[in-house]
């Protein structure tokens, strides 16, 4: 019984320091996400080339969490609710470093569009998708921290909201290219980096279901609500292959 309470508290430790580290890197990509969109309507190379460096900090993280979590996975041999914590901390800390690539990938059309300034009106169209998609992800790593269901599930919900507005933003630019061909280069920067914000929200989402996994024990019934009923999103992913 003595050494069945110490494995115990030990491997609460363990998932403590672990739920921290993952709350860390969280914090971490958020910051890229901010700080990238900043780069981008500020035309600052200098804070561009500052978040592409540290992405590597981001793999850094996932590196340290994976490691640390099969070593616990092996010490330990935790059961159901714990073994599901730790599965569910791997597949986060996966989802936030593709979160921290999709900001690096920000950073970089930051530094190709120094010389191009989009309309007001476009500018403002994704800033707002990039606010609301931070604001998603800061909600995502609270249920983590709380492990709260609810939350996370409203997260999942939520998503239609990035998806509605990418949609939105895919038709204005597309009637903007239009109606003045000279727009075309900074109307296509500027599709790349919303569809970069609207894979952050798909990343978000695969958070909200991993968090309901390790809480609930089940995946979240139903298939995931889209704010594109008619799949023009759906068809604008296929077109696009976002690396950079």
């Not at 007001?120 to 994704?126: K, M, S, V």
């Not at 800061?138 to 269901?149: E, I, K, N, Q």
């Not at 996994?213 to 139903?222: P, S, T």
Request: net charge negative; charged share 25%.
């Amino acid at each position: 019984m003595i050494v069945s309470d110490h494995t115990t508290k030990v491997f609460d430790a363990d998932l403590i320091k672990l739920t921290q580290k993952v709350a860390e890197m969280g914090g971490f990509a958020q910051r890229q996400v901010i700080d990238a969109m900043d780069a981008l309507a500020r035309r600052d190379s200098v804070l561009a080339q500052q978040v592409i460096a540290a992405d590597g900090t981001v793999d850094e993280f996932q590196r340290q969490i994976e490691q640390r979590a099969v070593e616990t996975i092996a010490l330990r041999q935790p059961m159901a609710v714990d073994l599901r914590s730790l599965v569910a901390i791997m597949r986060i800390a996966n989802d936030l470093e593709r979160i921290g690539d999709l900001a690096k990938n920000i950073g970089k059309r930051a530094i190709a569009m120094r010389n191009e300034y989009p309309a007001r009106t476009l500018a403002r169209g994704l800033h707002h998708m990039t606010t609301l998609a931070v604001a998603q992800l800061s909600v995502v790593l609270d249920s983590f921290v709380g492990r709260s269901a609810p939350k996370a599930l409203k997260v999942w919900e939520d998503d239609r909201n990035i998806d509605a507005l990418y949609v939105s933003l895919f038709r204005e630019l597309l009637t903007y290219t239009m109606e003045d061909p000279g727009s075309i280069s900074i109307c296509i920067h500027l599709l790349f980096c919303a569809k970069n914000i609207e894979r952050i929200g798909d990343h978000t989402t695969n958070i909200a279901e991993a968090v309901h996994y390790m809480v609930e024990g089940h995946a979240i019934a139903g298939e995931r609500p889209k704010g594109d009923p008619f799949g023009f999103a759906g068809e604008a992913r296929g077109s696009l292959v976002v690396t950079a």
